[in-house]
């Protein structure tokens, strides 16, 4: 009888035991995505702010460069011959970087056990 009781309680810490660690990973889980979306969304905040100093700087400096050469066509297109080349820069040199620390940071904030 008093193993029956044993088992019983054993079966029942288990149970609990279980349903408990359950719950813990899924509020693990529903941290780490918050943290993620937080982190995202304040990434997506600051490039779209700095995107728009890119074009008023832009427009800017292609304004200024059609002063200086006497031609408001020559000053854009300077401007947006830097552009080509630094996309084709970041393409072939500084993407796989990039996509690196996105990942880091990624696996940081999922193997981050606070």
Same mark, same amino acid.
């Given at each position: 009888?008093?193993?029956?009781?044993?088992?019983? &309680?054993?079966? *029942?810490?288990? !149970?609990?035991?279980?349903?408990?660690? /359950?719950?813990? %990973?899924? #509020? =693990?889980?529903?941290?780490?995505?918050?943290?993620?979306?937080? &982190?995202?969304? *304040?990434?997506? !905040?600051?490039?779209?702010?700095?995107? /728009?100093?890119? %074009?008023? #700087? =832009?427009?800017?400096?292609?304004?200024?460069?059609?002063?200086?050469?006497?031609?408001?066509?020559?000053?854009?297109?300077?401007?947006?011959? /830097?552009?080509?080349?630094? #996309?084709?820069?970041?393409?072939?040199?500084?993407?796989?970087?990039?996509?690196?620390?996105?990942?880091?940071?990624?696996?940081?904030?999922?193997?981050?056990?606070?």
């Amino acid at each position: 009888m008093e193993q029956k009781n044993f088992l019983a &309680a054993l079966k *029942s810490d288990i !149970i609990k035991y279980v349903d408990l660690k /359950f719950q813990y %990973i899924k #509020l =693990s889980s529903f941290e780490k995505t918050a943290r993620i979306a937080s &982190a995202a969304t *304040s990434y997506l !905040i600051i490039g779209f702010l700095s995107l /728009f100093g890119i %074009i008023f #700087l =832009s427009f800017t400096t292609a304004i200024f460069l059609g002063d200086m050469l006497g031609n408001a066509v020559s000053g854009y297109a300077l401007v947006a011959a /830097f552009f080509v080349l630094a #996309l084709l820069g970041f393409l072939f040199w500084g993407r796989k970087n990039l996509e690196r620390k996105i990942s880091n940071a990624i696996i940081k904030i999922l193997t981050d056990d606070e």
